[in-house]
């Protein structure tokens, strides 16, 4: 019984990890697809958004972090920066009429606002698989079978600080 009991939980657990595993791919795809949304976006407001260049070469450079990190917990941290110089530069788009009235730079923005949607869909997913799966490792008895065979905690894809501050949109012309 002893044995079928630790084989079960067992498979419990590795489940979880791959589930943990398969919702950071989801999350990556998102991830990806933004990354890819960015530099169309950048170089469509770039003409427009001359007194904003800092703002620009942030986000390029945060976007560089994130496609290069090399490991999730980089990755997380990375993308949080992103999420919240986007968030910024929404705002910003909205002092710039002629900007807002392009029809190229409305589809970029609106596929993105699409895009942070999904990202923030899945990382919900993925915190909620982890939460579960972190569970499993600490509570008693799973936790025993856990340490046998060397299970570690997975981390949370956590906000950051930027992404915790509101941001001002100034709507008067």
Not at 18 to 25: D, F, M, S, T, V
């Amino acid at each position: 019984m002893i044995i079928l009991w630790i084989v079960i939980v067992y498979n419990s657990l590795v489940k979880l990890r791959k589930r943990i595993q398969n919702a950071w791919a989801q999350i990556d795809v998102q991830l990806k697809r933004r990354s890819d949304l960015i530099p169309n976006l950048v170089s469509s407001v770039k003409g427009y958004m001359k007194f904003e260049r800092d703002t620009l070469e942030r986000i390029m450079t945060a976007r560089a972090k994130a496609v290069s990190g090399s490991n999730v917990e980089e990755r997380m941290k990375a993308e949080g920066e992103i999420s919240g110089l986007l968030g910024r530069l929404f705002a910003l788009v909205e002092n710039y009429p002629e900007l807002k009235a392009n029809q190229n730079v409305s589809n970029l923005m609106e596929e993105l606002r699409n895009t942070e949607d999904k990202i923030a869909y899945t990382r919900q997913f993925y915190n909620d698989i982890v939460m579960r799966y972190n569970t499993k490792l600490e509570v008693f008895p799973s936790n025993l079978v856990a340490r046998m065979f060397g299970f570690k905690a997975h981390p949370f894809f956590e906000a950051l600080e930027i992404d915790r501050k509101r941001v001002d949109v100034d709507l008067q012309i």
